[in-house]
Nanobody
Framework: QVQLVESGGGSVQAGGSLSVSCTASGSISSIGAMDWYRQAPGKQRELVASTTEGFSTMHADSVKGRFTISRDNAKNTVVLQMNSLKPEDTAVYYC??????????????WGQGTQVTVSS
């Protein structure tokens, strides 16, 4: 069994900062890419940022320069630091990770989602 548990998020006024974190636990052999997605009401889920096991990162154009993804491989954790938040960043944020279990099988896993609300 593998689980992704998210924490953080909440409510903030525009211009403020929040962070969300995600920790993987269970029968884990190794972890590949760890990503953050978000889904606003009535919209499709979109990729916000991604980081590889080798710490390469990618950020969507809409968040570039404001959000930063980072990971701690020793703790199986990925963090999304969000600065200069805008009302359009309001969404449920989901962690996604590609994980190899103890049987050597790679699968994708999702966290439960955490709400981020930015008021104007």
């Amino acid at each position: 069994q593998v689980q992704l548990v998210e924490s953080g998020g909440g409510s903030v006024q525009a211009g403020g900062s929040l962070s969300v974190s995600c920790t993987a636990s269970g029968s884990i052999s190794s972890i590949g890419a760890m990503d953050w997605y978000r889904q606003a009401p009535g919209k499709q889920r979109e990729l916000v940022a991604s980081t590889t096991e080798g710490f390469s990162t990618m950020h969507a154009d809409s968040v570039k320069g404001r959000f930063t993804i980072s990971r701690d491989n020793a703790k199986n954790t990925v963090v999304l630091q969000m600065n200069s938040l805008k009302p359009e960043d309001t969404a449920v944020y989901y962690c996604n990770a590609r994980i190899r279990n103890l049987r050597g099988i790679w699968s994708y896993y999702w966290g439960q989602g955490t709400q981020v609300t930015v008021s104007s």
